[in-house]
C-alpha cells in the first residue's frame, strides 16, 4: 500500500497462498490519516474565479497532468508461470445512490468541518457604515456528534451579533448555518474589507470549504474556497423605496446584489406573470437567458408590454438566439445568429449621449465606471433595431467593428423598455462599482422621473 508520507499502515490480514483456478486472496490494511494530512485537492487554482486570469501551480511535479496522483493506492503483484506482474488500483470509497446503484470513488482527505460563509463578496453604501447580514454554514465530515462553533474575524472596529454561534452536528454529512449580523462603522469609498468565518472543532480551527464537482461519467473533485468574504464599500446613489420585480433566466445573483443596496426585490413566478399586479413595481428585471427559460415570460409578454406603456420601466438583460423568435418588445430588433460579443473587460466605452437621464440620476456616470470590469464588457449585443430605440453605449474589442446594440432604450406610452446586455451578473458579485452605479440609474430613473414631473 502507498501511502503519503507520514501516515502510518499496518497490514491486518494477510492470505498470500499458491492460488488454484477460481481461487481469490486478499490482503487487509488498517491506515492511519495524520491531523496534518493535506486535503485531496487539485495541484492548480486561482485565488478569484473572476479576477485571476492564470492558475498557480502549487505542485510543479505534477504539471501536465490533469490531477495529482491518489492519495492512497494499492498494488498486487504476482507471477504466473515465472513471470512478475503487477496491477495498481487507487483506494475507493463506496457509494449507493438509489438510482444509479453502487457507486465508487478515490478515496479524499477532507477537512472534518467544511465550512463556508456567504456571500461571498458584497457591497455596502459607503454613506455612513450600517447593518450587514452574514450566513455561515458548517457540514460535518466526523463519524458521530460533533460540537462545533463559528465565528467571524473582522476588520478593526466592527463588531457582529452574536459573537459566536455553537452548532450540534449529530452525524456525518448533516449541515447547519448561522446568521450573524454585522454593525459597520463609516467606510472609505472604493476600499475593500475582508471577514473570515472560522469553525472551532476538536482544538483546531477550520477556515475554509469544498464542494463537490460531480458527473456520471467524471471522477468526483472538491473545489476548495476560503470561508470568506471580500465586503466593499460602493460610492452607489440610488432612489429610496424602489420596488423591483425580477423574472429569473437560468440563474443569477442580480437580485442579492440590488438587495445589499436596499432595493425590495421579489421574485416573479408564472402566476404572477399571468395575473399579478405588475403596476406595484417601480422596475421589472428579466434575467439572463430567460427567453430560454421561461415559457410563462413567453406565454405573458403581452402583459409586461402592457405595463411599460402605462408607465413602467422594463429591463431586459442578455438573451440568447430563441429572444428571436418572439416579438419581445415594443418595436422590432433582432440578435440574429451571430450576434457580436465584447470579451475585453478593458475595452474603450463611450457614453453616445451624456445628458440622458440614464446618465445623471441619480448617479452621475462617467468613463471611470467602465474601470475595474472583469470578464468581459457583455455578451449578445443587438445586430439590428428600430430607430425608436436609441443606443446609449459604443464599445468593441480589438479588431470589431464598434458595437452599439449593447445598450438600446425607447420609450414606449408613459414608460420605458431597456435592453442591457452588458454584463452585470459578472460585475455585481465581483463588487464592480461603476456597475452599480449604472444599473442602479436603470432601475431609478423612471421612479426620478415620475417624482419630478409631479
Known amino acids: 500500500l502507498r ?5 502510518q499502515v499496518s497490514r491486518q490480514k494477510a492470505n498470500l497462498d499458491t492460488l488454484l483456478v477460481n481461487q481469490s486472496t486478499s490482503v487487509k490494511f488498517e491506515v492511519q ?3 496534518s494530512a493535506a486535503y485531496t485537492r487539485p495541484y492548480w487554482s486561482r485565488a478569484s474565479e473572476v479576477r485571476d486570469p492564470l492558475y498557480q501551480v502549487a505542485q510543479p511535479e505534477y504539471a501536465n497532468m490533469p490531477f495529482a496522483p491518489p492519495d492512497v493506492t494499492g498494488t498486487f503483484k504476482y507471477r504466473v508461470e515465472g513471470i512478475e506482474l503487477s496491477v495498481t488500483q487507487p483506494a475507493q470509497t463506496q457509494q449507493v445512490d438509489r ?13 472534518a468541518i467544511n465550512v463556508s460563509l456567504s456571500p461571498a463578496s458584497g457591497v455596502i453604501r459607503a454613506s455612513g457604515g450600517g447593518k450587514y447580514s452574514l450566513r455561515v454554514t458548517a457540514a460535518s465530515n466526523v463519524k458521530g456528534s460533533a460540537q462545533a462553533n463559528l465565528r467571524l474575524k473582522l476588520p478593526a472596529g466592527w463588531t457582529v451579533s452574536p459573537a459566536r454561534a455553537a ?3 449529530s452525524h456525518e454529512g448533516e449541515i447547519q448555518a448561522a446568521a450573524f449580523e454585522l454593525s459597520i462603522p463609516a467606510l472609505a469609498p472604493g476600499k475593500a474589507y475582508d471577514v473570515q468565518a472560522v469553525a472551532e472543532y476538536g482544538g483546531r480551527e ?13 471522477e468526483p473533485r472538491h473545489l ?13 446613489q440610488i432612489t429610496a423605496g424602489l420596488h423591483v420585480g425580477y423574472v429569473m433566466g437560468v440563474g443569477d445573483e442580480v437580485p442579492q446584489a440590488l438587495e445589499q443596496l436596499g432595493v425590495n426585490v421579489k421574485m416573479l413566478d408564472a402566476q404572477d406573470l399571468a395575473s399579478g399586479d405588475l403596476d406595484a413595481f417601480d422596475t421589472i428585471l428579466i434575467g439572463i437567458r430567460a427567453s430560454a427559460m421561461r415559457d410563462d415570460w413567453k406565454a405573458h409578454n403581452r402583459r409586461l408590454l402592457d405595463y411599460v406603456e402605462r408607465g413602467g420601466n422594463l429591463i431586459v ?5 430563441e429572444f428571436d423568435e418572439l416579438p419581445y418588445g415594443p418595436y422590432p430588433f433582432r440578435l440574429t445568429p451571430r450576434a457580436e460579443e465584447v470579451s475585453e473587460e478593458d475595452a474603450k466605452v463611450t457614453i453616445l449621449d451624456p445628458a440622458n437621464l440614464v446618465f445623471n440620476t441619480p448617479n452621475k456616470i462617467a468613463a471611470s465606471d467602465f474601470d475595474g470590469w472583469v470578464e468581459e464588457r457583455g455578451s449578445k449585443f443587438m445586430s439590428e433595431w428600430d430607430s425608436r430605440y436609441q443606443a446609449l453605449l459604443e464599445c468593441y474589442d480589438r479588431e470589431q467593428a464598434p458595437q452599439r446594440g449593447g445598450l438600446l432604450r425607447a420609450s414606449y406610452g408613459q414608460g420605458t423598455y431597456t435592453y442591457a446586455a452588458y454584463a452585470f451578473y459578472r460585475q455585481l458579485p465581483a463588487g464592480v462599482e461603476g456597475a452599480y452605479r449604472l444599473l442602479a440609474n436603470l432601475i431609478s ?3 426620478a422621473r415620475a417624482e419630478k414631473s409631479r
Open 33 to 35: 490519516v495524520p491531523d
Open 317 to 321: 438583460q442578455y438573451q440568447t438566439q
Open 445 to 447: 430613473v423612471q421612479k
Open 167 to 169: 452548532v450540534t452536528l
Open 3 to 7: 501511502t503519503p508520507a507520514g501516515w
Open 224 to 236: 476548495y474556497r476560503p470561508a470568506a468574504m471580500t465586503l466593499k464599500a460602493v460610492n452607489v
Open 206 to 218: 477550520y477556515t475554509e470549504g469544498y464542494r463537490r464537482i460531480a458527473h456520471p461519467d467524471l
Open 99 to 111: 438510482l444509479a446503484g453502487e457507486q465508487r470513488s478515490v478515496l479524499a482527505v477532507a477537512p
